[in-house]
Each structure stands twice: as structure tokens, then as C-alpha cells.
């Protein structure tokens, strides 16, 4: 079976510090792999996915970046974090040719 | 991006009483997933559906797939305490790989 990894759980960082969030999945290979944020506990909002390694699209213009460095590796990042990056960021993984997304368990992060 | 929306956005109910969300869009899908999320917890899938007119169940949950494949219901039968939580729509747009999500619906079962 698959699993999606995410770490860590819960993060606290003071503005223009920098951020990696790293996300993993097991028991499948070659996976297209998303990063979203959520907002206020509602809607998700899609901010890079990945087909492949190193291969990453971009959907919102920001102070973050994605990269892939590995085909189960999917790493969020930036270099100086804003007050308006707190959220809850979420991976998710999707086999190829479908559309169905496993969510992992979400990162909180809290930017002071 | 193809907009979906959901209602209620809050609902609260007695525990056994049954209730039914909506997950409604001017635009087709070619699937589309519902998924439930508990506060601090990533959403975990319930279904997908694929075909206009399908329906499926999962235990006391009924889906319905739209005929025109823009919409979709979500039906609770006697609901319980543990069927608290948020109800997410996800579409997927014909093109594209991004899930079009709606803002969820807040369910609150109290006993």
C-alpha cells in the first residue's frame, strides 16, 4: 500500500527566515505530486505539482518554490518567509493518468 | 478555474437525523472526489466518481454524480458523531492537472 509522508507537523518562524518543508511517498513510483495551502481550514488552493523529477509548474506566482529532487521526494521552499505564508500546507500524490489525490497529514505552519 | 461551490457551508445536526451537501458547477468534469477533513488532519478520499448519473455507497454515504457531470450530492443516513467534520468536492477539470476544490461544507453531529 502507499503512504504520504510530511514534516515536520507543525512549524514556527519568524518573518524572513527561511522555510523547507519536505514531503514523501512510499509504495509507488514515478507519482505526479502536489503541494496545496489551506487557508482558515476551507478551500485548498494549488500552488506547484510535479510530473517528474525535477520537472515542477508553478499555478500561483510567490516568495516559494518547489523542487523534486528525488521520484518520491517533493520539497517546499523559501528563502524568506512572509506573515501571509502562515497556512496549512498539504502534499498529495496522484498515480499517473488518474485524477483521484492522496493527501498526507498536513504541515501547520505559523509565521510571527 | 472552473469554480465549484458547496452548500451549506455549516451544518449542524442531531445525532440519526439525515442530510444531504451539494457540490455544484456551470462547468463539466470528468471526475470528481469527495473527501472528509478533521481539523489538523489532511482530507482523506471517500469517493470518486466518474460517470454522469453514477452513484455510489459507502456504508450509511450515498454519492451522486450529476447526468451532465456538473454537479454531485452527498447523502448522510443517520448520522453520527464520527461523520463530524469538513466535506470537500474536488473536480477535475478535462485538461489540466489541478482538482478544482470547492470551500467545503462544516458538518457538526452532536449526540
Known amino acids: 500500500s502507499q503512504t504520504i509522508h510530511q514534516w515536520p507537523a507543525t512549524l514556527v518562524q519568524p518573518v524572513g527566515s527561511p522555510l523547507s518543508l519536505e514531503c514523501t511517498v512510499e509504495?509507488?513510483?514515478?507519482?505526479?505530486l502536489y503541494w496545496y495551502r489551506q487557508a482558515a481550514g476551507r478551500g485548498l488552493q494549488l500552488l506547484f505539482y510535479?510530473?517528474?523529477?525535477?520537472?515542477i509548474s508553478s499555478e500561483v506566482p510567490q516568495n516559494l518554490s518547489a523542487s523534486r529532487p528525488q521520484d518520491r521526494q517533493f520539497i517546499l521552499s523559501s528563502k524568506k518567509l512572509l506573515l501571509s505564508d502562515s497556512g496549512f500546507y498539504l502534499c498529495?500524490?496522484?498515480?499517473?493518468?488518474?485524477?483521484?489525490?492522496?493527501f498526507g497529514p498536513g504541515t501547520r505552519l505559523l509565521v510571527l | 478555474t472552473q469554480l465549484l461551490e458547496q452548500s451549506p457551508q455549516f451544518l449542524s445536526i442531531q445525532e440519526g437525523e439525515n442530510l444531504t451537501v451539494y457540490c455544484n458547477s456551470s462547468?463539466?468534469?470528468?471526475?470528481l472526489q469527495w473527501y472528509r477533513q478533521e481539523p489538523g488532519e489532511g482530507p482523506v478520499l471517500l469517493v470518486t466518481?466518474?460517470?454522469?448519473?453514477e452513484v455510489k455507497k459507502l456504508k450509511r454515504l450515498t454519492f451522486q454524480f450529476g447526468d451532465a457531470r456538473k454537479d454531485s450530492s452527498l447523502h448522510i443516513t443517520a448520522a453520527q458523531p464520527g461523520d463530524t467534520g469538513l466535506y470537500l468536492c474536488?473536480?477535475?477539470?478535462?485538461?489540466?492537472?489541478?482538482?478544482?476544490f470547492g470551500k467545503g461544507t462544516s458538518l457538526l453531529v452532536t449526540p
Open positions: 510535479s510530473v517528474g523529477i525535477g520537472q
Open positions: 498529495a500524490w496522484s498515480w499517473k493518468g488518474q485524477e483521484t489525490q492522496y
Open positions: 474536488a473536480g477535475a477539470p478535462n485538461s489540466g492537472y489541478a482538482l478544482n
Open positions: 466518481v466518474v460517470t454522469g448519473g
Open positions: 509504495g509507488t513510483s514515478n507519482p505526479n
Open positions: 462547468s463539466v468534469f470528468s471526475s
